[in-house]
């Protein structure tokens, strides 16, 4: 095996389809992977930690850093604002990472303009129905919240096949093996 190279991954899906849960196992396996921090401003949710799975911002100050060009992209999802900090994109390279971005379907367009390089990942739930279940079944989002990311998923599927792989989260097992080998298949020489 020779040096790894250099490659940043983008990994979108619908809210609920099980991007975080495939992160945190494809961790385990590969423990260089990092995913990048994004800035926001949404509400923390129970069991989240500022610096670490956001930056909580407040609007004003997410403003103030667009202005200043802060961002390697942003965009505006349900009432909130998310985006990725050039900064941390150049903090996790200079760390040796191999960089993850896990942001929706208008930052990975956006990103795969930019740096035609990047590796894009579509994860789909394997129905509506099974999706419904894992948001409700996750406990973190109101009524009202849960009917707008249902309807924000029907028109990010229509992004699928944008993407360099899609991959369906049916058993988590067999999506973790799947990503697992497009990670190492860009990163291995
Ligand atoms: P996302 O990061 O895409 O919003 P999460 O990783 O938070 O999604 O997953 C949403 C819910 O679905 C969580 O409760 C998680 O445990 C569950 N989940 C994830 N993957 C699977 C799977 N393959 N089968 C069943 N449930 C899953
Ligand atoms: P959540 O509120 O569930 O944490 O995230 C909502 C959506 O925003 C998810 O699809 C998530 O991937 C996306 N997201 C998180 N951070 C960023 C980011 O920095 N940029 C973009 N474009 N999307 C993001």
Redesign the pocket.
């Known amino acids: 095996m020779g040096e790894a190279k250099r490659k940043i991954f983008v990994i979108s899906?619908?809210?609920?389809?099980?991007?975080?849960?495939?992160?945190?196992e494809l961790k385990k396996r590969i423990p260089d992977v990092q995913q990048t921090v994004s800035a926001t401003t949404r509400e923390k949710r129970e069991g989240e930690t500022d610096g670490i799975d956001y930056y909580f911002i407040p609007k004003e100050e997410f403003l103030k850093k667009i202005e200043k060009g802060e961002f390697v992209e942003y965009v505006r999802y349900g009432n909130n604002y998310y985006g990725t900090l050039k900064s941390e994109i150049k903090r996790l390279a200079d760390e040796g990472k191999t960089v993850i971005l896990?942001i929706e379907v208008n930052g990975a367009a956006n990103i795969k303009r930019l740096l035609p390089d990047a590796v894009s990942v579509f994860?789909t739930p394997p129905s509506f129905d099974?999706l419904t279940?894992?948001?409700v079944?996750?406990?973190?989002n109101s009524a009202e919240d849960i009917k707008k990311r249902i309807e924000i998923a029907k028109e990010e599927m229509r992004f699928k096949d944008m993407y360099d792989y899609c991959v369906v989260?049916?058993?988590?097992e067999d999506?973790v093996d799947r990503i697992s080998k497009i990670i190492k298949g860009a990163t291995e020489k």
């Open positions: 899906g619908p809210s609920g389809c099980g991007k975080n849960t495939v992160y945190d896990i994860i099974e279940k894992r948001i079944g996750r406990g973190t989260n049916d058993r988590l999506c």
